[in-house]
């Protein structure tokens, strides 16, 4: 009798190249759907298996210039949050695309396995690896953010938009309404510029 493929399998299968071409990868920032990097995922044909979370407690703060960064967790960090996500089956090309990317090559992030969650029916728990800050200075960018009472355990387009200067915030917004993005971040992002207006004009 045929085995039944898991959600992830599918996925994997049906990318092309088979089980092993592909790498699971978790990505919780800015290479999110609707995200400014989400470009670069959705043309490289990696599909996306669902969004996902870490398995346990991680260690997400948001540094200089509002780039999400997920730690290796710091000594004295207890990671009280399920980091949200989401899964993509990547092909070894779009790997070496994402790595450039993050900067794995200058030491800005690094590549390390991560377990997640399947959210949905399947909860299916998987092996993936995720982007991480370079351990050559986790520590203090987690100090510098704030330490423990800065971690976060979702990145969201409110995170995104923060450091904007305002003339890029209302851009970055009318480009998300006409590429139809969806209605939760499109709030999120509308929400925190009403709100920045408001009190600039106080």
């Given at each position: 009798m045929r085995s039944v493929q898991t959600p992830v399998e599918q996925k994997l299968s049906n990318g092309g190249g088979g089980v092993e071409a592909a790498t699971m990868v978790f990505v919780y920032?800015?290479?999110k759907r609707g995200?400014?990097?989400?470009?670069?995922?959705?043309?490289?044909?990696?599909?996306?298996v669902g969004a996902a979370s870490t398995a346990t407690p991680a260690s997400?703060?948001?540094?200089?210039?509002?780039?999400?960064?997920?730690?290796?967790?710091?000594?004295?960090?207890?990671?009280?949050?399920?980091v949200s996500g989401?899964?993509?089956?990547?092909?070894?090309?779009a790997l070496v695309d994402l790595d450039a990317l993050e900067g794995t090559h200058l030491g800005v992030y690094e590549r390390r396995k991560v377990t997640v969650v399947v959210e949905g029916g399947s909860g299916?728990?998987?092996?993936?690896?995720?982007?991480?800050?370079?351990?050559?200075?986790?520590?203090?960018?987690?100090?510098?953010?704030?330490?423990?009472?800065?971690?976060i355990g979702e990145y969201t387009m409110e995170h995104a938009a923060k450091d904007l200067d305002p003339q890029l915030q209302?851009?970055?917004?009318?480009?998300?309404?006409?590429?139809g993005v969806n209605s939760?971040?499109?709030?999120?992002?509308?929400?925190?510029l009403v709100e920045k207006e408001r009190t600039e004009d106080h």
């Open positions: 920032g800015t290479l995200f400014p990097n989400h470009p670069l995922l959705a043309a490289s044909g990696s599909p996306l997400l703060v948001v540094g200089p210039y509002s780039v999400p960064f997920l730690l290796p967790r710091p000594s004295s960090s207890s990671g009280s949050h399920l989401e899964l993509y089956a990547v092909s070894p090309r299916e728990v998987v092996e993936a690896e995720a982007y991480f800050a370079h351990t050559s200075y986790t520590e203090a960018l987690w100090l510098r953010c704030g330490g423990e009472a800065a971690e209302v851009a970055l917004k009318g480009y998300l309404v006409a590429r939760k971040l499109a709030s999120s992002l509308h929400h925190h």
